[in-house]
């Protein structure tokens, strides 16, 4: 009987394919979907296919049993490596996927794995590709994590409280990365500082106040830590420069699962809207959040510690990469003495 019963519960226990999104933020705040799945159902299996850098990120969320690594280059249709890619999944047993992208060549492979049931909002055409097609009321829904949780319950159910993302980091892979570094662990507070912004200048807060900020944390007695990519190299250096070398550059030395860690040493945060900004919130840093083109009530830090900085000009938002009228006062105008009285009045 006991195996009757051990086979019965197999068979009604879910495996949940989630096709993840291609941003750090998005990624973070996708997390908030797997605890809500996890709510419903603990002993579902949540297995997360996204291109291979966001797998760091999975690692850190315990509701995730396993990243699948997505081989396709952004953008690329890929059609017949989707499919074939897909057909290797078929004997997963996944009982349902949710797709947290709308593109219609990302609904490819999940259909190509058979899954009975394919749940995603209608985006790109997807008919056939996905048969639990939901439409996307944005006014109901106008948050990216507002979303994301919708996909994981019941069409036209309320949504549930919504939980906020949690990486779990590894204090002592941080302590391991600062030794590599020739770095000793921190004796003082540290201020970690993210100038960076993929997405585009609009969303970067000026260096020379992010300078000013580090400049001022360093009078306090406190380390200053700059995070970054290899993209956001010039602008770490820069800082660095304009703060007379009182930083620890870390831009472009680490990859994402250790600037993770190393961020979860950090007493506070001062960040653009970024992934990092979402990391940061999903660390419970105490995190002062700078927003520009972008909007707050839409991808807003997941975080009671969190603290946003935004102006809401006339002109505000206007989701740009660069400033359509040339001036860029919806950075500028928030100054750092603000952010200075503001940081260490929280502290």
Not at 48 to 71: K, Q
Not at 131 to 152: M, Q
Not at 232 to 261: H, W
């Amino acid at each position: 009987m006991a195996a009757v019963r051990q086979m019965t519960h197999a068979r009604q226990q879910e495996k949940i394919l989630v096709m993840g999104p291609s941003w750090v933020g998005d990624m973070v705040m996708a997390q908030s979907l797997f605890k809500v799945l996890k709510q419903q159902k603990s002993d579902c299996i949540i297995d997360v296919a996204a291109p291979a850098w966001t797998l760091p990120l999975l690692d850190r969320m315990p509701e995730v049993n396993s990243g699948i690594a997505l081989p396709f280059k952004h953008g690329e249709l890929a059609l017949k490596e989707r499919i074939r890619f897909g057909l290797s999944l078929k004997n997963h047993g996944y009982t349902q996927c949710i797709m947290l992208t709308n593109s219609l060549k990302s609904a490819i492979l999940p259909a190509a794995t058979g899954i009975r049931r394919r749940t995603g909002f209608r985006g790109e055409m997807r008919y056939g590709l996905l048969n639990d097609i939901r439409p996307l009321d944005k006014s109901k829904l106008p948050r990216t994590v507002d979303r994301f949780v919708a996909l994981g319950i019941e069409a036209d159910s309320p949504l549930p409280a919504i939980p906020n993302p949690h990486l779990a980091a590894s204090r002592d892979n941080a302590l391991a990365c600062l030794e590599n570094m020739y770095i000793p662990a921190p004796t003082a507070p540290v201020l970690g500082l993210c100038p960076g912004a993929e997405y585009g200048e609009a969303k970067r807060w000026p260096l020379e106040y992010y300078a000013e900020v580090a400049r001022a944390a360093h009078e306090h007695g406190w380390q200053v830590w700059l995070f970054g990519s290899e993209k956001d190299v010039p602008f770490t250096a820069e800082i660095n420069r304009l703060s007379n070398m009182a930083c620890l550059d870390l831009g472009g030395k680490t990859k994402l699962g250790d600037a993770i860690d190393l961020m979860s040493l950090c007493d506070a945060v001062v960040s653009n809207d970024s992934g990092l900004m979402h990391v940061a919130a999903a660390l419970d840093k105490k995190l002062i959040a700078i927003y520009g083109s972008s909007d707050p009530h839409h991808t807003p830090p997941m975080s009671s510690k969190a603290v946003i900085e935004y102006l809401g000009l006339e002109c505000s938002p206007c989701f740009q990469r660069e400033c359509p009228l040339g001036h860029l006062n919806c950075l500028k105008q928030i100054l750092p003495q603000q952010i200075i009285q503001n940081l260490f009045k929280r502290i």
